[in-house]
């Protein structure tokens, strides 16, 4: 799979868009070439944790750092509830894959075209943050999970690296 190169110089906002590209895609290539089953797999015992539920996870993070925050209104996840707290990651099945996967890149999209409306990083939008904060957070929870992605891809079939 191609992958978007870690950025050189720019912009604040050609920085933190490229970064957030940078990211997303490591995501995207620690699940590149894993069938349903294995993208289920919590491969690191005690945790649930697998490649899906990080999917899912950070699919939640780009609802609740770019769709909310930048349209307010009253936050509805995707996949956690009340009575389900940890639905994004917990009670995985193989057939749950293609779905999350196409809400993820749909969640992506949703989050990337609302970014290209804004004119200014200062803004501040429905959580009541700067743009510029939540564009940070959002790359940081994703720099936070590709290191346990790191993990969980080595431990299904031994891949390593970037």
Known sequence: MERTR???NGTERELLMAWLAFHRDALA???DGLDDAQL???SAPPSDLSLLGLVRHLTEMERVYLVHALTGGELRLVYC????PDGDIVGLTPDM???SMARWHAERVAGDR???G????DAVRGNGYPVRWNLIKLIQEYARHNGHADL???RIDGAIGE
Do not use: F, H, W
């Open 97 to 99: 894959a293609q779905p």
């Open 29 to 31: 290539a620690k699940c």
């Open 114 to 116: 609302l970014l290209a």
């Open 40 to 42: 289920v797999t919590a």
């Open 152 to 154: 969980i891809r080595e």
């Open 118 to 121: 804004v004119g200014s990083l």
């Open 6 to 8: 870690e950025p050189g």
């Open 81 to 84: 509830t009340d009575d389900e």
